[in-house]
């Protein structure tokens, strides 16, 4: 459980930013400070926290795929979803595929994206054999860049 003094939540000019954005909690429990707005939250069009919102504006803008592919943070769940993936108790790529897909986006893959996965899969792992000796470390950078693809899909951000 994080708990935090009080007035950490304060941040001015004069004071520090105590907000700790860096949780594995859903956004929906995270501290909501008004000047100091999670990167994430702003990307995303948040709601403006100083004013009272009836509804929440729909948008789609450049810099949310942008913010979804290059950030920092995006990245590195990408990471600990493909550890997830890669700690699952079976031995082919194939079901680590499907055990993916269903997490990510709740259904099996059709046939076209398992064989195309799995020879991006291979691909990528070819690659990194130049740069990475370790296949532990080779096999994680993988399954890292799928999940990532992944967690950048349609499917993925839009509930339909």
């Known amino acids: 459980l994080l708990t935090t003094p009080n007035n950490d939540y304060v941040t001015n000019d004069q004071s520090g930013n105590g907000a700790n954005y860096n949780s594995p909690r859903r ?11 999670f990167d994430m939250f702003q990307a995303f069009d948040y709601g403006d926290p100083s004013l009272v919102i009836a509804q929440r504006s729909s948008t789609t803008v450049a810099p949310q795929a942008l913010y ?4 920092p943070f995006a990245m590195e769940q990408a990471r600990h979803f ?4 890669l700690k699952e108790p079976v031995t082919r790529d194939a079901e680590r595929l499907q055990f993916a897909y269903l997490t990510a986006i709740g259904r099996s893959p059709n046939p076209t994206e398992t064989s195309r996965a799995l020879q991006y899969l291979q691909k990528l792992s070819t690659y990194y054999e ?17 999940c990532h693809a992944l967690m ?5 951000i839009y509930v339909d």
């Not at 956004?27 to 707005?37: D, F, G, K, T, V």
């Not at 979804?68 to 950030?71: D, F, P, R, Y």
């Open 27 to 37: 956004s929906l429990y995270l501290p909501i400070i008004r000047n100091a707005l």
């Open 152 to 156: 950048t899909s349609n499917e993925f």
């Open 130 to 146: 130049k740069s990475e000796t370790d296949a532990a470390k080779r096999n994680l950078k993988v399954w890292a860049s799928l």
């Open 68 to 71: 979804q592919l290059n950030s």
């Open 82 to 85: 493909a550890e997830m993936v």
